[in-house]
Each structure stands twice: as structure tokens, then as C-alpha cells.
């Protein structure tokens, strides 16, 4: 499994002969070969524990200090991924994955992207990758529509949209225009007064966002939440943000408004759940990942704005050795000023090929089908009355734990969930995760992994059962 | 092709059916249909143009305005790829594109990439991927083992290495690290004062990053290169700035001293190449994209550092959801900490296959081979009179230009380059593109496309020949 022989290059290369690394005909018949591999990893992912086993360096030991220098076949390869990989993966499609969030995937997705990484054009500017970047601007604006944006998030409108890798890269090109939109008023100088504004349930990567971009740490105002609230911005029932009434306060005072749907974002498909964006046409941008519930695999965040103009101003560069004709004629759109990066993939066509190959019909039903197996297993929760939700629930994502009734000291209840999640994690049958809200620790079942069915749930909750029952059968819990 | 309908939502859900994005055999039957479209298009790809030759807006009038209510079939999709999409497409593939910088691939970064999208996770953290995790610090070493890196950027020394998706993160990441080093010193309140420096050669994407990361404007100091010193940071000929006399300044000054090599530096694992890396062990970091010239399609951005522990304070968040045993006794790598985003793909895997698949030998036969037919193209432009070679060519780009020695007025020598590289680029045999440096507009004939023979290069100085003789029949100049 290749050689120690580090001291490269003594050997003649003429040795090596006429290497040719994307002959046809090769591509084919490896490509074909893996194929099948996938095809029979996906067919057999449940006989995988779901988290996996192994001890931190477990790889180190397996494989050799330095790459081979002779070409090692196919073949050996193939049997290492089986060997060494696959037992050090945690299976995120595994129908038990209930972590985190649900990262979906589909046969559209893979062939689009498979087609994307064919082509690999490095599509900077239009030129470089004209249909790049015109299906890009087709999608987004199917997107837009599906959701129901206004016209004025869409390039047929006044505003456009552009695919980042993560809502992370999403928010900081965001933050970066409403920066430099907030300085060119108050001059750079001032940038110690630039304040920003999120809920304590803001995902971290926005606090990360406003580090990198400079914004000093005591100017980023977190703003309370409470239980009664839902952890919602306000004392609105809601379990996303109430948008309108924050784009009241955000209008007020001119501060650029953002809105991250990340997750939740997919559902509003659904017209039963539109009405989550309510007011979305006061905010200045949007983002959503359809890799997380729009079966799009890792990476694939888009973002709307508003005002192109202003991600342009901020984000653009013009080297000479990428100027042409068409760009100076300002008649495209070059996406690698709407970005961090130079270089960008041809990400449009998974998008493209997941809205065709299943129709907004069927993308509105997988939304519809794992709200209805969250609502299931709340219901499995409600009915054992030893445990309890926390979070009412609203689209796919269960925030529960198990309690202690007879003790009044909040962390035995802790203790009791760190114990049910590492039980029932260490089964390897299921895999999930926990938060704190408000302090609270609660598990987490977050339903929607692609190849999750209703039997799926239903033993998983038979697990988390068996898993209460072991561990207060040693307590003085009255169950 | 798609429906107009846009009122989407008013059809019963239940006429949907059950819908099962992932079935593994729908999956293999479709996978493996999209393996025969791309060996035949790799197969095919001389017959088209190089450079698409549509007009801003093509595919906008070819496309239906909103995504289809009903499913389409995968035949009518990929129908529309090859007559919407590959006319659109500039084939960054073809053996003729000699345009930007060579994007080079292969079958077995093609099939790891493949992999990559078929486990689909999110490696935030060591625990939710253990085999990606531990891989990526795998082929990290193994890379720097293969360029000479000094242990202190290896894991197995005192440093270590992450995978990034473009240069642009890469400086982005490094920048931030050494601006938060130098602010905790200095205190954030002069963020004003901190200065960086780059040679005006610099790439426009560093300028993006410092501006990203609240530099100042003004303080971003752009060194004046020269012809005479090739373009270096100073009077020493060399084609990548002098490494040891640069960190002589920065070492004194306490600079953070980051080396981008983004595409030079694959040919440092020929030890013939390795010189050009002398003096990197004062460095504090360096960056190289595999995805330019080792093979690995886009994107794929290596960064190595010294001290991974300047970057993890930079970049760490550490929101409860994520929280779990290995991570707490910092007994594991979690790569969130080292880049901008969260989530983040296995890209290890396509280094790794490139690196067993063909071994050290070929992967320097290939760097050999593209330096070789550079130098036969610099060979013609030498042997004909009307051309001159402006930079001495080091690794496989050739920047060169028609002259007109009857005229002293430059402009005119500008327009025509820029009318031969129109006419090259109008037959859609050849794509080639232009740089000015120091003020003067040449052309740049990049050689490394991974299917590029001798006898492409030998067909595109034969063209170019063409144009000249085509242009200078009107003009008076002296052949």
C-alpha cells in the first residue's frame, strides 16, 4: 500500500513512460466501477454503524508515511476505501442520521454534479463560462419564484441571485457590502462603530462572519431570546423570526437587513409555509441552502440581494489578464464579483437538474413527507410521559429530553440526556446530537435524511425508549 | 421543456406519489449513463469551439421562465445539456485552451471527487468524519513530503495543513490569523495602522482579501516590480520572488511572511523545480492549488502553516450543537477552525487517488512534460522574427508578442496583439488570452491543459502564424 521511499525523483523519468491521466476510455471504465461502488454503498448504508466507531488517529496507523512513487492500481485503492475510509465515516445519508441537520441528496443532484466537475470551468467572469453563468441566473430566478420573492430578489426584476459554497461565505459577502455600504457614509475611520444586530440563536458562523470582516467584537449585539418567545427575535410566536416587525426597526434606522433561511428556508416552497417570509421583500438579502433540504448535496448556498450593485462595489476586481470585451461592455453579469473567491464551479447544474428531474410537485412533497415523520415522532414524545418537547415544533427538527421529575437540581436532568444521547449513540443504530436553548440541554432529532422512511423513526424512538428504560431503571425516577 | 405554469401548490399533493429521490438502482441506472455522456464528450471535445461563441443571453431565451410543476425525463435533460449547455461552455478541457492558467484533471481525482459527493459529509469537526479528517492531515503531509516543506508545516512536525477551496480563502484565512496576531499586540483600536505588502504582480485577489479583512485601503503597499528584475520582488531574476531575501525583511519587522504559490509550486516536487521553495522554512505559510497543475479539477486550494494554533484562534467558534468529547480533549483536528466556513466536503479523497493512482514519478513526468512543450512553443516564437518573448519562461507559460518595428508609437503595438488575439480566438480553434505588465500588453499562451499534445501546440503557433501573416499583409510593417 505504497512505498516508504520518500527520496523522490532519483529514477530516471523516462522510466515512467507516456502518462496520460484523462485518457477516455480509462475515465469510462473507472468511472463505471464506481458507479457501482456508490450504488452499493447507498444500497447498503443502514449495515454501517451510523456514527462512527473508531478512535481519534486511527487512519495515521493504517497508512503510509509518504505517497507512493510508483502508480498503485485501481483496484487497491477501491479495497482501502472500503477498508480504512469507510469504517471512519459517520454516514451522514444513513437513514439513522437524525444529527445536526439533514444534508439531502438525490440521484439529480449527483449527475448534475457529476457533470459540473466534467466540464470544470472555472467560470470567473461570463466569458470564461458563458452558460455557467447564464443557468446560474436561470435557477436562481426558479428559485426565486418557487418561494414566491418579489421581483425585486430576481434578475428578471431588479435584484439577482448567485450560489455560494455555505451560508458562512453567504453571510460574510453580505456583511462585507453592508460594511462598506455603512462606511462610505461614515468613513472607514468610524469602522469601530459599525454595530451588528442577531438573536442569541444566531448561528455562530455569523459572529465568525463579523470577526472576519472587522467588525470590532463589542459592537456585535446579541439579542436575547426567551422559551416564551419560541427563541424567536421577539414575543411573537414564531419559529422563525418575525420578519415584518424587524424590518420596522431595520428601515427605521437604516441597517441593512439579512435574512438566513439556511434550513428552514426550503419549506416556504410549500405554500403552507410561505407565510414564514412574510415581509421578506423589506429585507436587503436572502440566503438558503439547498444542500441542506433541497436534496442538492454539499455545496450549494444561495443568496438574493437586493442591490447587486452593492455586493459588486464591494466584492469586485478587474485584473487586466481577465478583462474582455463583454465585461467592459457591463452587459453580463462576472459572478466572482459577487463572491470571495476568483474561481467558482458550475454549481448551477445540480440545481438545475434536481428542479427538472422532480418538478416542484415532487420537491413539495419531500418537504411535506419529513414534517409529517417529525410530527410522528413529537407524538411519540408526547405519549411517553416521561419525557417532555421543549421547543414546540414547527418543520423537521425535534427538541425534546427526557426528565427527571423527582430531582429538583436542573443538572441531573443534564446528566440524564448527555447519558440517553451517548447510550443510544454508542448503539451505532442511530445518530444524534443535542443543544442548549435558553441554558437548557435538550436532544435533538432532526428528521430528513433522504433515504429515512416512517419505519426508520419508529425504531428510533424504540431505541431512545429502550435507552430510558436501562438508564432509569438504576435512578429513583418516578416514571 | 419545463412548464409555464407557475401557480404551483394548487395540484393534490397525493397525485405526486411516493417520491424517493435516492433509489440506488435509479441511481446507477442514471450514474452510469452520465459516465458515457462524459467519456464521449472528453472523447469528443476538439470538434468545439474553444472559446463559446454565443452572445450574452442565449440560454436566458432557450429556457422556460419558472421551474416545472411535473417531473421531466433524464433523456429530455440531457438532451438540453448538450444542445443549451455545451455550446455555452468555454472548454476550459480542450486540448486548445491555453488561456488563464491550465486547470488540470484526471480520471482518478474524477472518481475520488465522485466518492467525495457520494458520502456527502459535513466535516465541521474530527467527530461528525473522522476518515476525512484524518486523511485530509494524511495527504497534507504527504504533499508537503513531496514539495520538501521543512517538518515545522507538517503534522507530523509542529505544523500542519487544510484543504481550501480557492487561494482567495487560503490568503483570506492567513491574512485574518496574522492581522489578529498583530491586533493583539497593538490593539484593535489601530486596525489603522496595520499595513501589508505584495509586489504589484501580486494577485488582484489578495487586494480582495485585504479589503475583506478591514484593512485599510490605503495601507494596502504594492512594491513596484521591473522587467529587469522579471517581475520579482527584487533585483534578482527569478520567476517566483526570492524567498530568502524576503523573509530577511519580514523577519526583521516581525511581518507575517505567506508565499502563494498557487501554480508554480506543483512543479516544486521535481527537485530540478525544488530551488524555487528555497528559503520557505521561513515562511510562516504558503499556499498551492493542486487544482491548477496536479490534476485535481476545481476546487482545491492547499494551505499549510506553522502555527495552526494563530489560525484556530482566529478562525474556532465553538457553538454547543457542535460540542463532544474528542473536540473538548483537544485530542483531534476540527477544520471548521481553519477555514471560513462551517460545513465542509472530504476533497481529500481526489488528492489522494491522484497520488496512489499515478505516484510521485508520473506526477512529475507530468510537470516535465507541460515545461517541455512550453519551451517548444517559446522555441517558435524565438525562431520567428515578427514575435519576441517578453518574460523568460520558467515553468509552462509563455508571454509573448507580435511586433511592429515600424512603428514607435506603442499603442499600435498594443492594437495589434490585441487584433491577433481576436483573430485567434474568432476561429474558436485556440483560446489564448492577454496580461499587461509594466504597462505592456502581451499575450499569454499558457501550456498544461490535461489532453494537451505537442501537436496542439505545434497547431497553435501555426494559427498564430496565420493571424500575423493575415494582420501585417495590411499594415507596413517590416517582416
Not at 468613513?187 to 472576519?212: E, F, M, P, R
Not at 429502550?466 to 431503571?473: F, I, N, R, T, Y
Request: hydrophobic share 40%; net charge neutral; with cysteine.
Amino acid at each position: 500500500m505504497g512505498s516508504l521511499d520518500s527520496n523522490y525523483g532519483t529514477e530516471s523519468p523516462a522510466s515512467v513512460g507516456q502518462f496520460k491521466p484523462l485518457d477516455p476510455e480509462e475515465f469510462r471504465k473507472q468511472a463505471h466501477c464506481i458507479v457501482d461502488f456508490i450504488a452499493d454503498y447507498y444500497k447498503n448504508i443502514e449495515s454501517y454503524p451510523v456514527l462512527s466507531q473508531v478512535e481519534p488517529g486511527y487512519l495515521h496507523s493504517r497508512l503510509p508515511k509518504t505517497a507512493p512513487y510508483r502508480p498503485e492500481s485501481f483496484e487497491s485503492i477501491l479495497k482501502d476505501v472500503q477498508n480504512d475510509i469507510v469504517p471512519g465515516m459517520t454516514h451522514w445519508l444513513s437513514p439513522n442520521f437524525f444529527a445536526y441537520f439533514p444534508s439531502t441528496v438525490s440521484s439529480a443532484a449527483f449527475v448534475g454534479e457529476m457533470l459540473c466537475t466534467c466540464f470544470n470551468s472555472v467560470g470567473f467572469n461570463w466569458l470564461a463560462s458563458p452558460a455557467a453563468t447564464e443557468l446560474e441566473m436561470v435557477v436562481m430566478d426558479w428559485l426565486a419564484n418557487m418561494l414566491k420573492l418579489p421581483k425585486s430578489f430576481m434578475f428578471s426584476g431588479t435584484g439577482g441571485g448567485v450560489i455560494q459554497g455555505t451560508s458562512s461565505e453567504a453571510i460574510l459577502c453580505t456583511l462585507i457590502a453592508a460594511r462598506d455600504r455603512a462606511l462610505e457614509i461614515i468613513g472607514i475611520k468610524n469602522v469601530n462603530k459599525l454595530v451588528v444586530y442577531g438573536s442569541d440563536q444566531t448561528h455562530s458562523t455569523y459572529a465568525k462572519a463579523c470577526k472576519l470582516a472587522g467588525i470590532f467584537p463589542c459592537n456585535i449585539r446579541s439579542i436575547p431570546t426567551t422559551a416564551d418567545a419560541n427563541f424567536s427575535m421577539s414575543a411573537v410566536l414564531l419559529p422563525i423570526d418575525p420578519l415584518t416587525s424587524l424590518a420596522d426597526v431595520a428601515n427605521d434606522y437604516g441597517v441593512w437587513f439579512h435574512v438566513d433561511a439556511a434550513y428552514a428556508g426550503s419549506a416556504c416552497i410549500c405554500p403552507e409555509f410561505r407565510h414564514y417570509l412574510d415581509g421578506i421583500e423589506r429585507a436587503d438579502s436572502l440566503s438558503l441552502s439547498p444542500h441542506k433540504w433541497l436534496l442538492s448535496y454539499l455545496d450549494c448556498c444561495c443568496l438574493w440581494v437586493k442591490s447587486p450593485s452593492l455586493l459588486v462595489k464591494a466584492l469586485s476586481t478587474d485584473p487586466e489578464y481577465l478583462k474582455n470585451q463583454p465585461s467592459e461592455s457591463k452587459s453580463v453579469v462576472d459572478f466572482k464579483d459577487w463572491q470571495v473567491g476568483t474561481g467558482r464551479r458550475f454549481k448551477a447544474l445540480r440545481l438545475w437538474f434536481v428542479m427538472r428531474s422532480y418538478g416542484v410537485a415532487n420537491l413539495q412533497s419531500h418537504i411535506r413527507t419529513d414534517v409529517q415523520m417529525a410530527k410522528m415522532f413529537e407524538g411519540f414524545v408526547k405519549s411517553d410521559t416521561r419525557f417532555e418537547i421543549l421547543v414546540p415544533r414547527v418543520f423537521s427538527l425535534v427538541c425534546f429530553r427526557l426528565n427527571t421529575f423527582s430531582s429538583s437540581d436542573p443538572s441531573d436532568t443534564e446528566t440524564l440526556n448527555r447519558k440517553l444521547l451517548e447510550w443510544v449513540n454508542s448503539t451505532g443504530r442511530v445518530y444524534m446530537t443535542h443543544t442548549k436553548v435558553g441554558g437548557v440541554y435538550m436532544l435533538r432529532f432532526a428528521v430528513g435524511a433522504t433515504l429515512t422512511e416512517e419505519r426508520h423513526v419508529s425504531a428510533a424512538w424504540k431505541l431512545i425508549k429502550e435507552g430510558a428504560d436501562v438508564l432509569l431503571k438504576g435512578t429513583d425516577s418516578i416514571v
